[in-house]
Every structure is written in structure tokens, then in C-alpha cells.
């Protein structure tokens, strides 16, 4: 057995981050910036209003109340002409240009207005810049706003359109064929044939990685079959930039995966024996012909997901250029205690992650441990850390990996 770290150092090590290609802004969200974008204009881009009220000159209010006479109104989206002389005021909204010669806002609360609107009453003193957002605050012209490796997020695309990018150059994500492997598959909801078995893999990856970002392709079932299974290897990479299959890499009779990948990949292959629970065999290789990895995942359900987590994503997420490869690594605490047996191995228990009142992170194992326990993976939203040992008591503090942080439960709470 290897431990977990030797593999993954082996996996990134033979995965490339993609070429970069220029992309339209409107297309580049969740893509990973492969070169600077340096602002050519300021933003905001103008000086203007953080607040409806009146645009003055602070100099005018130091003796509140002030009477001022009101020469102009200004929306958002109006430009400023006229020039605010002392004993003057315009009126303003959020986001319109301050008018020249004002230097400051006071907010429409602390006004009132007479003789029709004509005249508005200030009852505070204002400072000069009190309420004024000013041209180049948030970004400078000039400005590195975001340097290579970033991965583009809502807020980037935000700040992008800001700055009236239009294209950028990005890497793409790698688009991932996923096929399972085993003569015991079908892909029917018919009734079962005896010795048959749904294929769960299959539609488990593809959601996982549709919802990771990557895109997709269905590469469906084949048999326990070494031809069938490297020619569809082979003609799916033209097409994908990675291969992920399930099945056939252990130490059984038919494990064709592993023997295909030796073909395939000659010395670029390493089927191991990885000191993890669930998860332990475990198969990589880059084809000859065309460049492209293939994993070659465990068919046990829990144990497909778990090594994609721990080995094919942190993978594809650096073909695509991102710099944060593995998902949140968190303290949490025990909630019940989580035994386990000694064996030389890190145990991945699935959990169920919570914070109650004090905020405190708190797991629970979600259901059943065994790597064909599907459903108690479904039901877990992290997986705790348990290295080599007798396991954790309640109480104690455990590591966990956070799968789905969308599922946490937040507090207020009631405690379980
Ligand atoms: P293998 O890794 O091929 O030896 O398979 C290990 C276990 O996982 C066996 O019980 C298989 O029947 C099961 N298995 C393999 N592939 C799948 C799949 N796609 N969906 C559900 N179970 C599977
Ligand atoms: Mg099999």
C-alpha cells in the first residue's frame, strides 16, 4: 500500500493545465484566468453620489441649520452641468455625477425642504467628501485587477463587466468522458436479470462533475472486455481531455481495466494499492496515442466517489488551471463517537456536518460504511478524516473534508 499523499504527487504530476484559449467575458465565468487583466478605467468612473439628498459645499453647512437655494437635480444616469456656488445646492440621487464645485452630500434624512423645493434646509454639518464616492475607489486605471490562476467567480465577472472587458484568455475546463466497466452492469429500469446490477457509477460521476464544472461526456456501459474497452478508450480520448472509468482495477479475475491501461499507457500506467478506506485500488495512465488520463476508479459506489474526490478532482481542477485543488479541510468535533479498526490505512467516513448555536462544526456518521453503503454517502455531506487507529470519540476533535458546504445546516438550530 502507498499512502494517499504518493499517489496524488503521482497523479498531478502527469496532468498538464490545458491550453489557454481567448474567450468572450460572457462565456469565461468558472474559467481560470490565464493572464493579468490591468483596468483601463477607473471605477467608479466618475465621482458621484453614495446617497439621495443634496450636493453642497461642506464650507456652507458648518453653522447648521443652513438654508441653501436648491439650482439643479441630478438622477443617476443624468450628467452634471451646473456649477454649485456657495449658498447653493442640487438636488442628487445615488449614483449621479457630484455636480463641480460641490464637495459633498447630505442625505435627504437630514434635510428639509421650503418655499416649494426651491430652498432645503440643512440641519447637520457635512465634511468635505462625506457621502461622495470617488472616481477610481474601488479600481484604479492601471490597476492589476486580477493576476493569472484566478479562478473567475460571480464577483469577477462583476468587477469585468465593470471594466468593459470583453474577452480574456482563459483555460478551458477539461470536458471528462465517464464510462463503467462490468459484465454485471445494465443501464436498464426494467425488471433485473438474475446476477444483474444497476449501473450507479456512471450517473453519480457525471452529476459530480457537472456540478465541479466540468463538462461531460457519456461514454455509457461496456463489458468485462479488453478489446471493446480499449477501442472505446481510444476513440473517446479524440474527444475528451480526461477518462474517468469505474471497475475492473482491483486484484479480481476480470479487473480488464487495469490490464488495458498497461496496453494503452505502457510505463505511463500505475495501478496501486492506496492506504485509504474505501477507496484502496486504484488505477492511472496516460494513453500513448493521444496524451489524455484515464482514472481508473474502484466499482464499489462509495469508493468511485471518494477517490474522485481525493484523486480526479484535485487532477482535472489543475488541467484547468486552478491553484486551489482540494475541497475545504475543516476541524470539526465528534458529535458520537466514530470507532474504527487499526489497519494501516486513513479511513473516509461519511458524515453528516452541522453547527449548532455556538457555530462549532459537529459530525455524525450519516448511515452505513460500507463501500457498496450508497446511501449513506447521499445522505453525508463531508467526509471525516480518520487516520490510523482506534478512531475518535464523541467529543473529540476530528478533520473533516467538506463536500457540499451547500448542505450544512446553519444555525439557528435545534441540537440533535
Ligand atoms: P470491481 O471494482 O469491478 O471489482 O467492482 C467492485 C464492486 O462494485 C462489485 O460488487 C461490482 O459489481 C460493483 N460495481 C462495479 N461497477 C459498478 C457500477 N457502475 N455501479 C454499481 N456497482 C458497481
Ligand atoms: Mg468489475
Same mark, same amino acid.
Given at each position: ?297 474502484? +466499482?464499489?459506489? #462509495?469508493? %468511485?466517489?471518494?477517490?474522485? @474526490?481525493? $484523486?480526479?478532482?484535485? *487532477?482535472? /481542477?489543475?488541467? =484547468? ?67 490510523? +487507529?482506534?478512531? #475518535?470519540? %464523541?467529543?473529540?476533535?476530528? @478533520?473533516? $473534508?467538506?463536500?457540499? *458546504?451547500? /448542505?450544512?445546516? =446553519? ?6
Amino acid at each position: 500500500m502507498i499512502p494517499i499523499a504518493e499517489a496524488r504527487r503521482f497523479v498531478l504530476s502527469s496532468c498538464r493545465a490545458l491550453t489557454p484559449s481567448r474567450m468572450a467575458v460572457g462565456d469565461a465565468s468558472g474559467h481560470v484566468l490565464a493572464e493579468p487583466v490591468r483596468a483601463t478605467e477607473p471605477v467608479p468612473p466618475f465621482t458621484n453620489s453614495a446617497m439621495d439628498g443634496y450636493a453642497v459645499r461642506a464650507a456652507d453647512t458648518v453653522a447648521p441649520p443652513t438654508r441653501l437655494r436648491v439650482v439643479d437635480s441630478l438622477m443617476a444616469g443624468d450628467d452634471a452641468q451646473i456649477f454649485v456656488s456657495a449658498g447653493e445646492s442640487v438636488r442628487i440621487m445615488t449614483g449621479a455625477p457630484l455636480p463641480p464645485g460641490a464637495d459633498a452630500v447630505c442625505m435627504v434624512e437630514l434635510t428639509r425642504v421650503e418655499e416649494g423645493g426651491s430652498i432645503v434646509v440643512v440641519q447637520e454639518s457635512v465634511n468635505a467628501g462625506t457621502h461622495v464616492r470617488n472616481a477610481g475607489d474601488d479600481i484604479e486605471a492601471g490597476d492589476e485587477v486580477f493576476g493569472p490562476g484566478t479562478d473567475l467567480g460571480p464577483a469577477h465577472m462583476g468587477v469585468l463587466a465593470s471594466l468593459g472587458v470583453d474577452s480574456l484568455l482563459v483555460r478551458p475546463r477539461p470536458v471528462v468522458g465517464v464510462l463503467s466497466t462490468g459484465d454485471e452492469l445494465t443501464t436498464s429500469t426494467g425488471p433485473l436479470a438474475p446476477a444483474k446490477i444497476r449501473d450507479a457509477n456512471r450517473p453519480a460521476l457525471l452529476s459530480r462533475l457537472g456540478a465541479d464544472g466540468f463538462g461531460t461526456v457519456d461514454l455509457g456501459t461496456v463489458g468485462d472486455d479488453e478489446t471493446a474497452l480499449a477501442a472505446l478508450l481510444e476513440e473517446a480520448a479524440t474527444r475528451c481531455d480526461a477518462l474517468v472509468a469505474s471497475g475492473g482495477v482491483s486484484v479480481g479475475d476480470r479487473d480488464v481495466v487495469k490490464t488495458v491501461l498497461q496496453k494503452l499507457g505502457g510505463t505511463m500506467t500505475r495501478s496501486m494499492q492506496i492506504a485509504i478506506k474505501p477507496a484502496k485500488p486504484f488505477a492511472f495512465s496516460v494513453l500513448e496515442t493521444t496524451g489524455t488520463p484515464v482514472f481508473g476508479l474502484p +466499482g464499489n459506489p #462509495v469508493s %468511485a466517489l471518494v477517490s474522485y @474526490e481525493l $484523486l480526479v478532482r484535485p *487532477a482535472l /481542477r489543475a488541467m =484547468a488551471g486552478c491553484t486551489v485543488l482540494d475541497r475545504a479541510r475543516l476541524a470539526a468535533v465528534a458529535d458520537v463517537d466514530l470507532p474504527r479498526s487499526r489497519d494501516g490505512k486513513l479511513h473516509l467516513v461519511r458524515v453528516t456536518a452541522r453547527t449548532v448555536e455556538d457555530g462549532v462544526l459537529r459530525v455524525r456518521s450519516s448511515g452505513g460504511q460500507g463501500s457498496h453503503m450508497l446511501r449513506a454517502m447521499a445522505d453525508s455531506n463531508a467526509l471525516a478524516l480518520l487516520p490510523d +487507529g482506534d478512531g #475518535v470519540h %464523541a467529543g473529540e476533535r476530528v @478533520e473533516v $473534508l467538506l463536500l457540499d *458546504a451547500d /448542505r450544512v445546516p =446553519a444555525s439557528p438550530w435545534e441540537p440533535w
